[in-house]
């Protein structure tokens, strides 16, 4: 069945690097967009990133903007998130999502259970 | 970019209709019919309930309808069940290539 499973999350200093990974199966990984959305413990989604199929489209909340890279790899059909310079308010549940980028059927369709990131000396 | 705005909570009895809003501006909901509406039951992931303003995924319930009109979209529920018992969010795409979230609204069934 399609699913996608986050990996990576943990507790890291402030400052300090992190990075995540999306495994994509059950789909033809390199025919979708793909994105990263957080969500902060007791708070909203908040959009993070997000990346074409072919990964030559990149953009960024600039909350992250500078900090953060999402990748993709569409021979292992894997999703990443570099995550550097890391404050608290990083602090947050990441999901995967796939993000369907058709002229008739835009949103984020299918998600990931999501990784917990914690942002603490 | 600002967070789509969102009531924080609404309530309803079980076989009502409620109605959440979600307002924007005319650089995204006002702008675009690229809103969608998430379910997310305590401790779970968000799942994919409206897109494209008006559209159900395939499996969703048909009790689960959308709207716009100017910069508001609006998501509505009928006949209220115990299920339906969730948070739920708006997201649209922007003028910025980039996406927006709503705060979003808890909903209640009583």
């Known amino acids: 069945q399609v699913q996608l499973v986050e990996s990576g999350g943990g507790l890291v200093k402030p400052g300090g690097s992190l990075r995540l990974s999306c495994a994509a199966s059950?789909?033809?990984?390199?025919?979708?967009?793909m994105s990263w959305i957080r969500q902060a413990p007791g708070k909203g989604l908040e959009w993070v990133s997000y990346?074409?199929?072919?990964?030559?489209?990149?953009y960024y909340a600039d909350s992250v903007k500078g900090r953060f890279t999402i990748s993709r790899d569409n021979v292992k059909h894997l999703l990443y998130l570099q995550m550097n310079s890391l404050r608290a308010e990083d602090t947050a549940i990441y999901y995967c999502?796939?993000?369907?980028?058709?002229?008739?059927?835009?949103?984020?369709?299918?998600w990931g259970q999501g990784t917990m990131v914690t942002v603490s000396s | 970019q600002s967070a789509l705005t969102q009531p924080a909570s609404v309530s309803g009895s079980p076989g009502q209709s409620i109605t959440i809003s979600c307002t924007g501006t005319s650089s995204d909901v006002g702008d675009y019919n690229y809103v969608s509406w998430y379910q997310q039951h305590s401790g779970t992931a968000p799942k994919l309930m409206i897109y494209?303003?008006?559209n159900r995924p395939s499996g969703v319930s048909n009790r689960f309808s959308g709207s716009k009109s100017a910069n508001t979209a609006s998501l509505t529920i009928s006949g209220l069940q115990a299920e339906d018992e969730a948070d739920y969010y708006c997201a649209s795409y922007t003028r910025s290539n980039t996406w927006v979230f709503g705060g979003g609204t808890k909903l209640t069934v009583l």
């Open positions: 999502a796939r993000l369907r980028y058709s002229g008739s059927y835009i949103a984020f369709d299918i």
């Open positions: 059950g789909f033809t990984f390199s025919d979708y967009y």
């Open positions: 494209d303003v008006t």
């Open positions: 990346i074409s199929s072919s990964g030559n489209t990149i």
